[in-house]
């Protein structure tokens, strides 16, 4: 079956950089366009990027276009996010996803920004 498994959060400072990673076992990952989310406990869960199958095209959502980088490894199966010039209201739970909802996704790694 699909599992996804992040990894990579932490407590930044802001300004900083962290770079998530997200394995991903169970399915045609190199035949799958891969999400990420975040989200925030109270609020609902906010799409951040997504990238296509062979990993030509990208997306971002405005609030980190600029600043965050998704990359895939295709032989590896591993799905990235390169996060830089972090800001405090990128706190949040961050999780990878095979789907436009993030109905199906993994654990979450935790991000915390703070001085």
């Known amino acids: 079956q699909v599992q996804l498994v992040e990894s990579g959060g932490g407590l930044a400072q802001p300004g900083g950089s962290l770079r998530l990673s997200c394995a991903a076992s169970?399915?045609?990952?190199?035949?799958?366009?891969m999400y990420w989310f975040r989200q925030v406990p109270g609020k609902a869960l906010e799409w951040v990027s997504r990238?296509?199958?062979?990993?030509?095209?990208?997306y971002y959502a405005d609030s980190v276009k600029g600043r965050f980088t998704v990359v895939r490894d295709n032989a590896r199966n591993i799905l990235y996010l390169q996060m830089d010039s972090l800001k405090f209201e990128d706190t949040a739970v961050y999780y990878c996803?095979?789907?436009?909802?993030?109905?199906?996704r993994g654990q979450g790694t935790q991000v915390t920004v703070s001085s």
């Open positions: 990238i296509t199958q062979g990993g030509r095209f990208k």
């Open positions: 169970g399915f045609a990952f190199n035949k799958t366009w």
């Open positions: 996803s095979t789907d436009d909802r993030g109905a199906t």
